[in-house]
Every structure is written in C-alpha cells, then in structure tokens.
C-alpha cells in the first residue's frame, strides 16, 4: 500500500501541465493501483485500448489476500480476478475540460478464489458481471489519477489508482 501511496505522489509531483483526456482512437492506458473490498485491499493493473475517441476497452488481472480465524484456525484466502471491460467517456458530449475524463461502463470477468486444503467455510471461484462509473484527472498529458465505484467484479466497491498513457 506504501508503495501505491508513494506512485500517488511522485505522479502528482509532475506538475499541472496541460493534458488531453481520455485516451483516443487507438492509443493504450496502462492503469495501476488498490481498491477497496470486503475481503481485504485488492491491487491491480490493467489496459485500456481506445477503440473510438468515446470508448474504450480493457483487460485487468486483481490479487487480493486475507486472513480470517474459522473453528480456531487462520487462514489465508488469495483471490485472482481476471476482467475485461468497456467504458463510455463522456468528455465530448458533455463538454469536459481535456484534464478530466468521466466514464461508465460494464465489465465481465472471472475471479479464482484460493484457500488452505483443510477450510471448510464457504469460499467459490465463479463468473463476475458488473458495472463501474469513475474518472480521472490527468496532471500531464500522460499521468493521471482515477477513482472508480463498481461492482460484480473482484473489487465490488471501488479503486484508485494511477494511469499512464502509453
């Protein structure tokens, strides 16, 4: 987590240079950082691929891992999520300032859910479906930061993170 905080401040040391926003047609965002769940604090990275100067798709792999005492045992539970997405940007029609992009979208995606041989609590892998709304605000024309609210996927609350344009 120390090292996400620390990635937040070097990106926000970079200056207030003027930024363009979202990603376009054809250009790659590489997005990093943590989110917040019920099940202990998920990172994860992932890309975003401008399909048109309105949309956009992604791919993004989530870890998380915690611990819980069931029937006097600790255990730790790892879960793997991998998602792909297709958000909406609204900068266009709506006539956002270029350092700022707004989005909404769905995701599909599948989480593997891990757990020591002897746990009998309930624990499962499965399909995760849900929707995410967020937005960034780009300090230059390639670093930003993002915070996201979702969920039926591995984060089920949200993330913040940094992204990078590529």
């Known amino acids: 987590m120390n090292k996400i905080f620390l990635i937040l401040v070097l990106s926000l040391a970079l200056g207030f240079a003027y930024a363009q926003a979202p990603i376009g047609h054809g250009q790659t965002q590489l997005n990093i950082g943590a989110g917040f769940s019920t099940w202990g604090v998920p990172i994860y990275v992932g890309l975003d691929f401008g399909a048109n100067n309105d949309f956009t798709l992604g791919a993004e792999f989530s870890y998380k891992s915690y611990s819980e005492k ?7 539970h790892s879960i793997y999520g991998f998602s792909g997405n297709g958000n909406y940007h609204f900068n266009r029609i709506m006539n956002i300032p270029q350092d700022w992009d707004f989005y909404a979208g769905l995701n599909v995606g599948f989480y593997v859910w891990t757990s020591p041989d002897d746990y009998h609590g309930s624990n499962s892998s499965g399909l995760g479906l849900g929707g995410q709304i967020g937005g960034r605000y780009y300090f230059t024309d390639t670093v930003g930061v993002n915070l996201e609210f979702g969920g039926g996927n591995a984060f089920s609350g949200g993330k913040i993170g940094v992204s990078i344009k590529m």
């Open 70 to 76: 069931y029937n006097s045992h600790n255990y730790k």
